[in-house]
């Protein structure tokens, strides 16, 4: 079984190729206007994965202080 990760990716990548398909293109030549468009799709698959696989922080570098 694949993992949500693989799948989150896989997902992102065939969104990307319907958005560039000379097909959909054409539907949005032709005035297709969905209520929830491919932008939507990729943002929600990125949130997805920020909550799966979050992002890692940069360290924060230690201060010393001294009186």
Excluded: F
């Excluded at 079984?1 to 560039?20: F, H, N, V, W």
């Excluded at 491919?38 to 909550?51: H, K, M, Q």
């Amino acid at each position: 079984m694949k993992t949500l990760t693989d799948l989150i990716t896989e997902a992102s990548c065939l969104i990307g190729e319907i958005e560039d398909h000379p097909d959909y293109q054409r539907l949005l030549d032709e005035g297709y206007t969905p209520d929830l468009n491919i932008a939507d799709c990729s943002t929600a698959l990125a949130y997805l994965s920020w909550v799966v696989d979050p992002p890692s922080a940069p360290p924060v570098p230690e201060i010393e202080v001294t009186p």
